[in-house]
C-alpha cells in the first residue's frame, strides 16, 4: 500500500471509529448503546458466514460489502472495550501486529523455513511456547476454538490430534469407519424401508439418545475424511447450501410463473424440475 492509499485508509478508519462513537454515545441508537461483548456474538458469527457466502458467489461488491459488516463487529466490540476501560482498537491492532511479527521469523527474523508446511509448524511451535510461559497445563486440544461451528470444531480436533501422530495413515479405515457408523444408525432405526419408520415418533427417547449418538459419530467420521483429504468440511456444506437454495429457488420461480403452489405439484413432478435446475449448472 503506498503512502497516499495507507493515508487514505487511516482517515476512513478513524471516521469510522467516530461514527461507532456516536452511534454508542448520549443522543445515539438506543439498539447500539445498549450492546455488550456477549450480545454481539451472533452477529460476528453470522457476518463471517456472510463473507463466506459472497465469496462462493464470486460476488465482489458483496464481498467488499460483507468485509465492512465484519469490520464493524471488531469496531464495535472495540468501542465496548474502551468505553469499559479495558482496551480501544488501536490494542487490538497492535496486539495483532506483534503476533504477526513474533509468529512469522522467517520474514522479519533470520530464521530459515522453507515451505508453506513447515511455516505452519512453525506456528504452532511458537504458539506452544507462548503458552508455556503461563507455566499452567494446556492440553493440546485446548488450541481449538470451542465458539465455531461444530463442523469446524470437529475438524480442528481431528488436525491437532493427527499433527502429533495420531491418526490413520491410509483412507482405507477412513472410509471402513463411515459405513460403520452408518451401519450403527441402520442398525437403531431397524433393518426395514417402511416409510412410518422414520417418524421422528416412532422412536422411543432412549433409542432417539442412542440415534443421536451414532449420527454425531458419523459426522465426526465424514469430517475426518474431509480433513484426510485436506478439505474443509464447513466449506463443503456451505457450498452444498447454496446449491441447494439455487436449485430451490429455480423451483420456486418455476411454480411461480405457472400461477400455482408447491400443493398443486407431487414429488415426483418437483424432482423433474430439481433436474431442471441442475441441468442449467
Same mark, same amino acid.
Given at each position: ?6 493515508? #487514505?485508509?487511516? $482517515? +476512513?478508519?478513524? /471516521?469510522? &471509529? ?14 447500539? %448503546? ?6 454481539? %456474538? ?11 457466502? $459472497?465469496? !462462493?458467489?464470486?460476488?465482489? +461488491? ?11 463487529? *471488531? *469496531?464495535?466490540?472495540?468501542?465496548? #472495550? ?9 490494542? @487490538? #491492532?497492535? *496486539? ?13 527474523? =533470520?530464521?530459515?523455513? @522453507? ?14 511456547? !507462548? ?6 497445563? =494446556? ?24 499433527? @502429533? ?18 451401519? +450403527?444408525? %441402520?442398525? &437403531? ?17 432412549? #433409542?432417539? +439418545? ?10 465426526? $467420521? ?6 484426510? /483429504? ?14 441447494? /437454495? ?5 423451483? !420456486?420461480? %418455476? ?12 414429488? @415426483? !413432478? ?9 441441468? /442449467?449448472?
Amino acid at each position: 500500500m503506498d503512502k497516499e492509499n495507507k493515508e #487514505a485508509t487511516l $482517515a +476512513e478508519l478513524d /471516521k469510522l &471509529i467516530q461514527v461507532m462513537s456516536v452511534l454508542r454515545g448520549p443522543n445515539g441508537c438506543p439498539w447500539d %448503546k445498549k450492546q455488550d461483548y456477549y450480545s454481539l %456474538k451472533e452477529n460476528i458469527i453470522e457476518e463471517a458466514y456472510e463473507v463466506v457466502e $459472497a465469496l !462462493e458467489k464470486n460476488d465482489i +461488491e458483496a464481498f467488499k460489502e460483507e468485509l465492512g459488516d465484519l469490520l464493524l463487529q *471488531v *469496531v464495535f466490540e472495540s468501542q465496548i #472495550a474502551y468505553e469499559k476501560g479495558d482496551f480501544d482498537l488501536g490494542d @487490538v #491492532a497492535s *496486539v495483532l501486529r506483534e503476533k504477526l511479527i513474533r509468529r512469522h521469523p522467517h520474514v522479519f527474523a =533470520e530464521a530459515n523455513i @522453507v515451505g508453506s508446511e513447515a511455516v505452519l509448524r512453525n506456528w504452532e511451535k511458537i504458539k506452544a511456547e !507462548e503458552r508455556a510461559k503461563t507455566n499452567q497445563f =494446556e492440553s493440546i486440544l485446548d488450541k481449538f476454538n470451542q465458539g465455531q461451528s461444530a463442523l469446524n470444531q470437529a475438524y480442528d480436533i481431528q488436525k491437532i490430534a493427527a499433527d @502429533v501422530g495420531f491418526d490413520w495413515k491410509q483412507l482405507s479405515p477412513v472410509l471402513d469407519k463411515i459405513e460403520e457408523e452408518l451401519a +450403527e444408525c %441402520k442398525e &437403531i432405526l431397524g433393518a426395514n424401508t417402511d416409510n412410518s419408520l422414520f417418524n421422528k415418533d416412532t422412536l422411543d427417547s432412549g #433409542a432417539k +439418545e442412542k440415534l443421536e449418538t451414532e449420527i454425531g459419530d458419523l459426522l465426526f $467420521a465424514v469430517v475426518n475424511l474431509a480433513r484426510f /483429504k485436506k478439505i474443509n468440511p464447513e466449506l463443503a456444506l456451505l457450498k452444498t447450501i447454496l446449491k441447494f /437454495k439455487n436449485r430451490f429457488q429455480f423451483i !420456486e420461480k %418455476k411454480i411461480i410463473n405457472k400461477k400455482s403452489t408447491f400443493e398443486d405439484y407431487d414429488l @415426483v !413432478e418437483l424432482d423433474q424440475f430439481w433436474e431442471q435446475a441442475k441441468a /442449467k449448472e
